[in-house]
């Protein structure tokens, strides 16, 4: 819910929408409610042509009171209980884990019983499957042991200034930015680290290299979204084989565009 008005969101959705609009087959996992904005979703998932595999629950459409700064950064109120914390695991979730090349999960999803579906997806993966930890910070929404088992499970994770800086007191890493990834990396077997940066840009961190990344230059209209068509973008042009670089270059020119739109699914 935008100052702007109604918005279909959320980060599994935007991230789908990115990596569809980037010539990929992109889905969406979730649940919506018995109720009218949970049809008004549904009803916008097919007019946008975007694949999904969403559940209707008993409980209700799960919504985000969005409010902006002066400078376009958003905050959230998130409500409780609703439909995506409750997303049943399906016949049809185990057929797309076991047909996905990558996958893009968060930490926030995973405050209540929809955890468990999260997890079963992720162990349902093929072994060469790009799992991708995103891990969108939110509120007290959060553990030590959701973060730790959802790293142990993850190929790549992506962070932003702040967010790493929550993790490295959480987790006893180092302060210093370069150091704390590479911990993560080698504690937890990952094969990188994305950390982003907003307008200073972005950096992919492995255990041998940093490669930065400058930010585009644009008028920031919001920042709604950006950094799922960050990681769509990113994940979209590694699988086709794209240096680290190039990857994330055409992230950050994403990333750019959506801050230059309103909300997080831009034409």
Not at 41 to 70: C, F
Not at 73 to 92: C, L, M, Q, R
Not at 172 to 197: E, F, N, W
Request: aromatic share 6%; charged share 20%.
């Amino acid at each position: 819910m935008l100052p702007s008005g109604k918005a279909l969101g959320g980060a599994p959705a935007n991230f789908a929408y990115h990596a569809s609009r980037l010539g990929e087959e992109g889905w969406t996992v979730s649940a919506v409610g018995e109720d009218s904005l949970g049809r008004e979703i549904l009803s916008l998932m097919r007019s946008k042509q975007l694949h999904y595999i969403i559940a209707v629950t008993g409980k209700p459409t799960g919504t985000v009171e969005v409010s902006l700064d002066s400078s376009g950064v958003p905050s959230y109120i998130i409500k409780e209980d609703v439909a995506w914390d409750n997303i049943p695991f399906t016949p049809d979730m185990e057929d797309l884990a076991k047909q996905a090349d990558a996958v893009c999960f968060g930490s926030l999803v995973q405050r209540m019983s929809s955890r468990e579906t999260v997890l079963r997806f992720l162990r349902e993966m093929r072994p060469d499957a790009l799992k991708v930890f995103d891990i969108n910070l939110r509120q007290h929404y959060y553990t030590k042991e959701v973060l730790e088992e959802s790293l142990r499970l993850a190929d790549i994770l992506k962070i932003n200034d702040q967010e790493i800086r929550d993790v490295a007191g959480l987790l006893s890493l180092p302060s210093d930015t370069t150091a704390a990834c590479r911990k993560l990396i080698s504690k937890y077997g990952l094969q990188m680290v994305i950390h982003t940066k907003g307008a200073q840009g972005s950096e992919v961190i492995t255990a041998s290299e940093v490669i930065p990344q400058a930010a585009g230059e644009v008028q920031v209209v919001d920042t709604v979204g950006a950094g799922d068509s960050f990681t769509a973008a990113f994940v979209v042009a590694y699988l086709r084989g794209a240096s680290l670089a190039e990857a994330q270059r055409l992230a950050s020119d994403t990333a750019a565009y959506v801050c230059s739109r309103k909300g997080a699914m831009p034409q």
